[in-house]
């Protein structure tokens, strides 16, 4: 398991900054497009205490429509005793799902997404029995936009039901992950930078590598209104050092140069070099520009975890993820120590993500 940043505070009235400490207002881009048109997203862990008060969070935001699988009279007294109200919150009714067709719709589903591996409508009601499962049929079938689930399961299975149920984007796609990172105002790399791959692929080769780049900043795009300006990292620029290693990134940015031809994507390339100008120009002055790189793909997961770990504890930035991309439709991750600020942060993103 990935473990999530820390809890930075409650989400405050819309009135204002989500997060003060920071300059916000590239997350404020993505609350923006999240309420522009308020989506359906489940969270299928509704017996978490911290679901439950997200969910409330999410309402009075107006950032999203949760729904909340479950007994409908278990669901609501425990929102009561919490003090969150249920409007705005649909509690969704296994028998109801059972009553209104939803239930042999998603059945249907299984059974034909899987028949290859011997999918029977017997173990297809079996597996709609673990809730994650449940929940990403449901985003795959149009029942909920999204889903954002992880606090009480390891990220191994919601990453296992996305991927199963919703689907890689294209056949055979690379699924792969970002962190939104929000800077102090000190930095020289404006407010956010985007960051990638943090969470989930371990060791990738270049193809994946360049896909990974160009994920994260589409991501960076449709979410934060970013222009693409990606370094491809490494302990090496433009040949300084010689190693497989460095190799392999030299690659990854060609190929990544051949997928987004309108980005400007420099590698291989050190960090300081990446986000200081000033280095890049003596480094390399050829791809030296006047601004810094504000999408940074690590070279390998034990980097990327790393990195965005150092850039929270020791550079005060807080980190919005991990935000998977790939998908056909938005699923995401948690970590089983989230906070209730984390929940409503990705259930902005998985909001945002939701394309009509």
């Not at 029995?129 to 954002?148: I, K, N, P, S």
């Not at 497989?244 to 590698?267: Q, S, Y």
């Not at 940074?296 to 150092?310: H, M, Q, R, T, W």
Request: proline fraction near 7%.
């Amino acid at each position: 398991m990935i473990d999530a940043p820390a809890d930075v505070g409650a989400v405050p009235p819309r009135s204002s900054p989500p997060r003060s400490r920071f300059a916000m207002s590239a997350f404020d881009r993505v609350l923006a497009r999240a309420r522009k048109t308020p989506r359906r997203i489940v969270l299928p862990e509704s017996d978490d205490e911290r679901v439950l008060r997200a969910a409330g969070d999410v309402v009075r935001e107006g950032i999203a429509r949760p729904l909340l699988p479950g007994d409908p009279d278990t669901v609501r007294a425990a929102l009561d005793t919490l003090g969150v109200p249920a409007e705005g919150i649909d509690i969704v009714d296994p028998a109801a799902l059972d009553t209104s067709g939803a239930t042999a719709r998603h059945v249907d589903h299984l059974v034909e997404r899987h028949a290859a591996r011997g999918m029977t409508t017997g173990k297809a009601r079996a597996a709609l029995e673990d809730r994650v499962t449940r929940a990403c049929v449901m985003v795959a079938t149009g029942d909920a936009d999204g889903c954002v689930a992880g606090a009480a399961t390891a990220t191994a299975d919601v990453v296992r039901g996305a991927v199963r149920q919703v689907g890689p984007a294209t056949e055979g796609g690379l699924v792969s992950s970002c962190f939104i990172m929000l800077l102090e105002p000190r930095h020289p790399v404006d407010d956010v930078v985007v960051i990638g791959d943090c969470a989930l692929v371990i060791e990738p080769d270049v193809e994946q590598l360049a896909g990974i780049a160009a994920a994260t900043g589409d991501t960076a795009r449709r979410l934060l209104d970013l222009a693409p300006e990606i370094a491809m990292l490494s302990f090496s620029t433009t040949g300084s050092a010689r190693h497989a290693a460095v190799t392999k990134v030299a690659r990854a940015t060609v190929r990544a140069r051949a997928l987004r031809p309108d980005w400007r994507i420099v590698g291989e390339v050190q960090l300081d070099a990446a986000v200081i100008p000033a280095i890049l120009a003596r480094k390399d002055p050829d791809q030296a520009t006047g601004r810094p790189c504000n999408v940074l793909v690590f070279p390998n997961l034990d980097a990327g975890n790393i990195g965005y770990k150092l850039m929270e504890r020791f550079g005060g930035a807080q980190a919005i993820g991990p935000i998977l991309q790939g998908l056909t439709r938005p699923v995401n991750d948690l970590s089983r120590g989230c906070s209730v600020a984390d929940i409503v942060g990705i259930v902005a993103v998985t909001a945002a993500q939701v394309h009509d």
